[in-house]
Structure formats: C-alpha cells, structure tokens
C-alpha cells in the first residue's frame, strides 16, 4: 500500500491546520504554564512526536511516502501470505539526492538510486519494517536484478542493506551512516567518507555533526538517550545507534583523536541551544505578558 504526500488544496489546507492548532497549544504553554516561547515549542513537538508517532496518523512532508511493508520480527521463510505487515513513513525523494553527482550520466543514475536505497531500507528498519528487494524494484521504478546487484556492489564496501534475509547480521556499523562515523573515526576526512559511502559531503558532514553531539551530551553531560534523541531531534533508534558506536571506539586511541573535535562542536552546539532559550525576544515576550 502506497500513499504519497500531495500538494492539492485539501491538503495545503490541512497542513495549514495543523500549524494553526500547533501555534495554539504553543500559546496555551506559555500563557497558562509560564513557558518561554522556546520550551513551549519543545513541549509541543514532544506532544507531537508521541501521539502521532504511528505512521497512519503522522503528517508526510514532500517527498515522503507511506507504505506496507513486512514486520521486522517476521521469519525468513514464513509465506508472505501469512506475515503481519507494518505501514511505515520514509523519504523517497530528498534533495540531497541529486548533490555532488558523478559527471557522467549513467554512473549518476545509480549513485541517485544507491542514496535513495540506503535511506528508504534503513528508515523502514527504524520504525520496524523491513522493505523486501520486490519493495525496492517498485519503489525505485527498476528490474529486481538492478536491486540485487546494487546490493552486492554496497555490500563490498561494507554496507548491508537491511532486508529480510539480512536484518538479523546488521549492527550500528553498516548502515551508510554507522560506516561513515566509524571511517571518520578510524582517520578518514569527510570527503574521503563520502566518497566512500557513495553521499553528497553535505549528507555526510550531517551524520558527524550529529554523532558529535551525541557523544558530547552523553560523555560531558550525562544526557539519557531520550534526552539527546530530543535535544537533537534524532530518533531514538538513531540514537541508540550512534551510542552503540561510541561504546565500541571510546577507548580506543583512534577515538582519542577525535575528541577535540567532537568537544567543540558539541560545546558551540550546547551554547546555541541556551542561546535559543535564553534569546532577548524570549525574554522581552515574557516581559510583556
């Protein structure tokens, strides 16, 4: 089953609603709790993210997608007749896709096509769903042999495409985001890590900024998991993930060189987030009430 995001009037007009009852209740948290503007949106976008964490109710952005996919915990073997399935949300489309293409057309073509695999697969797995290689040939208009080849050629460079028959061998460190932090890491730059992982170095620079400060809210201010996956705004299978990694690297001395890095970034992060509390505008709009 396969819904899209659309664009038509009916549904401009029930995100428009959407943002209405949102700036309401951001309203009614400050003016009945005393919230600052800042803590009343977080408030609200934890309200959000709660009741409306099951796909069926969850509001697509462009370019995502729902669509009915196998339960995680389903056998291998079992008939696909018989397994319960789960509808899952993911990004189809991202602008990021089309970033830092190779020159040629053809090898474009697929580095596009392997982004969008990566993304879908492991988005799916996140939310307990896993897309088959049949999933994959429909959602990314192409013949199943394309799909199985495309995960042979990702599979020598270390990542593994979570699938039926593979879910069960995948840990924190090969999805395409686990192999870039851990090349990261191990030495390599970022472009190198790109390059490697067959992403836009934009894309890539993301998943280690937000791998810094994971580390950086877990190791130097004692953050729990749902306090860094909200701090961030990472989901809570992200960031468990990107914890896991941290275990296996930090007393490593590879690990030791990275610090440095990860504590300034984590400290200039740590200090826009006080500055959003803390901003005159916050300030003068309490004032005023």
Known sequence: MIQCTVNNPEAQAQRLQIKTIHKQMENLAVSGAGLSPWEARELVSIIDEVYFQDPELRQLLP????????????????????????TVVFTLIDQQDDQQLPYREKEASITRRWRRLMRISEEARAQGGLLTQEDLSLLLMCDVRTIRRDIAELKKDGIVIPTRGTVNDIGPGVTHKGIAIRLWLEGKEPTEVAAAIHHSLKATENYLEKFKRVVYLRRSKGFTEFEISRTIGMSLPATRSFLEIYGQYKNLGLFKMRMD???????????????????PSSKTFMRSR
């Open 261 to 279: 890095d990860i504590e300034l970034v984590g400290k200039n992060y740590s200090l826009a987030v006080d500055e959003k509390k803390d901003s």
């Open 63 to 86: 370019g995502q997608m729902k669509y009915s996919c196998l339960q995680i915990n389903e056998p291998a073997g079992k008939p696909l007749k018989e397994c319960q399935m789960k």
